[in-house]
T-cell receptor, first 114, second 115 residues
Framework: AQTVTQSQPEMSVQEAETVTLSCTYD???????LFWYKQPPSRQMILVIR??????QNATENRFSVNFQKAAKSFSLKISDSQLGDAAMYFC???????????FGTGTSLTVIP | DAGVTQSPTHLIKTRGQQVTLRCSPK?????VSWYQQALGQGPQFIFQ???????QRGNFPDRFSGHQFPNYSSELNVNALLLGDSALYLC??????????????FGPGTRLTVL
């Protein structure tokens, strides 16, 4: 079974600074999808960014970008110019190429310091 | 455009009871997945419904069952509730193209407390 590991239970960043959240995964598949979701205290899970494994180019969404290292099975999220509204739990997720099931990591709690 | 909606928001039950949770998918989506999120943990996949049938199931006992209706909405039923069933239950909807379930969009969840 696929596993997703987030080794940083908690992270903090100063407002306007940059922070990187780590994620590694284990799979024997060659084609799959990776996601970062944000879950604020309001608990609604919000999609941050999506990466298709067959694409070499790292995905970018405004202040959010990923560093996808397929050989190393690593998928980190970089948040630039951090804002107070970025404070939340961040989950890394893996989906096979059929997308039937998502596997989530245990999450990283991000605190943004004013 | 309405997103994924779930009801109720909160629910309190006692051990042994049965519960039904409801989910309406995002407009245009035809697939619903259910997840259980224990406190401090990531969501765990329960099952996915497509065309009114269970398409895939995670490692959950038969006490957990579901249903999808012709309008794509879905229900999650849990029988013989245990204290360990206390969790946030998340519904996610998506759209299937060529057999692939695209990005899942989540609802706000139902917080179930079992006493």
């Amino acid at each position: 079974a696929q596993t997703v590991t987030q080794s940083q239970p908690e992270m903090s960043v100063q407002e306007a600074e940059t922070v990187t959240l780590s994620c590694t995964y284990d799979t024997s598949e060659s084609d799959y999808y990776l996601f970062w979701y944000k879950q604020p205290p309001s608990r609604q899970m919000i999609l941050v960014i999506r990466q298709e494994a067959y694409k070499q180019q790292n995905a970018t969404e405004n202040r959010f970008s990923v560093n996808f290292q397929k050989a190393a099975k690593s998928f980190s999220l970089k948040i630039s110019d951090s804002q107070l509204g970025d404070a939340a739990m961040y989950f890394c997720a893996y989906s096979s190429n059929t997308g039937n099931q998502f596997y989530f990591g245990t999450g990283t709690s991000l605190t943004v310091i004013p | 455009d309405a997103g994924v909606t779930q009801s109720p928001t909160h629910l309190i039950k006692t051990r042994g009871q049965q519960v039904t949770l409801r989910c309406s998918p995002k407009s245009g989506h035809d697939t619903v997945s259910w997840y259980q999120q224990a406190l401090g943990q990531g969501p765990q996949f329960i099952f996915q419904y497509y065309e009114e049938e269970e398409r895939q199931r995670g490692n959950f006992p038969d006490r957990f069952s579901g249903h999808q209706f012709p309008n794509y909405s879905s229900e999650l039923n849990v029988n013989a509730l245990l204290l360990g069933d206390s969790a946030l239950y998340l519904c996610a909807s998506s759209f299937i193209t060529s057999g692939f379930t695209d990005t899942q969009y989540f609802g706000p969840g139902t917080r179930l407390t079992v006493l």
